[in-house]
């Protein structure tokens, strides 16, 4: 699996880019709560000066404590950033664009299905079971869970078999 790994100075960068980034992941996930502070506050800062404040809070307070009881725009952009390292670091550890675009296609089936049940949570009138499905899709996500599990298969894939 490993074989040629370290062949060239181009798999060297990529293997250090991939440790660094792997480091970080764990670092945030370790301090997520000083993460999410600090985007709370920033995300607090950009709001009022665009004079949305009272309209974020509005929508925050209508969203169920089982979904999240975080700043809408601060865990959104936890996600989406974690997300985004979690699909560049299979990238890196990958290196092939079809192991990328099936990583992509299923984040997106994940975050699809989680989307569907919380908004049909919401039209349901606030059914828990749907909140906390979609939660705990949520969770797995964005989490070092998919990458463990998708890198040695997305390595193993094989590209599909030209047509005759």
């Known amino acids: 699996m490993l074989e040629g790994a370290f062949s060239t100075p181009q798999h060297w960068r990529r293997w250090l880019l991939a440790a660094l980034l792997a480091a970080l992941l764990f670092w945030v ?19 009022t000066a665009l004079g949305l404040a009272d309209w974020a809070q509005r929508v ?6 089982q979904v999240t009881t975080r700043s809408l725009p601060a865990m959104l952009t936890y996600g ?3 997300t985004g390292a979690c699909l560049t670091l299979i ?15 299923i984040y997106g089936s994940v ?11 919401k039209l349901a009138g606030d059914a828990q079971w749907a909140y ?6 949520i969770d797995f996500i964005v989490s070092p869970l998919p990458v463990i599990a998708l890198v040695p298969l997305l390595r193993w894939q094989r590209p599909a078999a030209p047509q005759a």
Do not use: N, P
């Open 132 to 137: 906390q499905l979609g939660r705990r899709l």
């Open 60 to 65: 925050q307070q209508g969203t169920s404590h």
């Open 29 to 47: 996930g370790t301090y997520d709560e000083t993460v999410f502070a600090g985007l709370t506050h920033g995300w607090q800062r950009v709001l």
């Open 111 to 121: 975050f699809a299905a989680s989307a569907l049940l919380l908004i049909g949570g």
């Open 80 to 82: 989406l950033l974690y």
């Open 91 to 105: 990238w890196l550890l990958t290196a092939r664009r079809q192991a990328l675009r099936t990583a992509v296609l």
